[in-house]
């Protein structure tokens, strides 16, 4: 079944700084990469996702990324600020007859003002 | 906020006792996917339910059971609980098979002792 790897762990980075996330999947089939960010005591929050048809998508300050050859898909959050503060999980979708999401461990994303 | 509405916030149970979890979907998804979430760790897949049938199943024993009913509402039901089963329990809806996007719950923390 389909894996997801995600690092680092932690992140510290200064107010204004850049952060990028890293996530690798094992499925070949896997078509749809969400991402999620999770503050404490809430639900995860969808923020953005990318679709295996498309190499680069962008949201304001939020960006993904994704290497089909390599199985790679990265998030970029530039001019970061204190209230991005969360964990953040990516995801994978294989293209099964349901819907079921494979998370990663998860990113602890700390920004210092 | 999704939309997507769970109950109780908080529970406390015994070993041995059974628990029964709500969620409300946002309005139009006729999806609804349950996942439990251990502490410090990613949500992890249970099942999902379209058109009040179980279309999907994770790597959890029969004793993790559910029902959708025809406003596309959802119950989670565990037997025979378990230490182990102590996490955040999430309820994600979404819209008919093919698009992906799944939209979380604030969840319900179940705490068994």
Known sequence: ?113 | ETGVTQSPTHLIKTRGQQVTLRCSSQSGHNTVSWYQQALGQGPQFIFQYYREEENGRGNFPPRFSGLQFPNYSSELNVNALELDDSALYLCASSLPQGSGEQYFGPGTRLTVT
């Open chain 1, 1 to 113: 079944g389909e894996n997801v790897e995600q690092h680092p762990s932690t992140l510290s980075v200064q107010e204004g700084d850049s952060a990028v996330i890293k996530c690798t999947y094992s499925d070949s089939a896997s078509n749809y990469f969400p991402w999620y960010k999770q503050e404490l005591g809430k639900g995860p929050q969808l923020i953005i996702d990318i679709r295996s048809n498309v190499g680069e998508k962008k949201d304001q300050r939020i960006a993904v990324t994704l290497n089909k050859t390599a199985k790679h898909f990265s998030l970029h959050i530039t001019e970061t600020q204190p209230e991005d503060s969360a964990v953040y999980f990516c995801a994978a979708k294989t293209n099964t007859g349901f819907q079921k999401l494979v998370f990663g461990t998860g990113t602890r994303l700390l920004v210092s003002p």
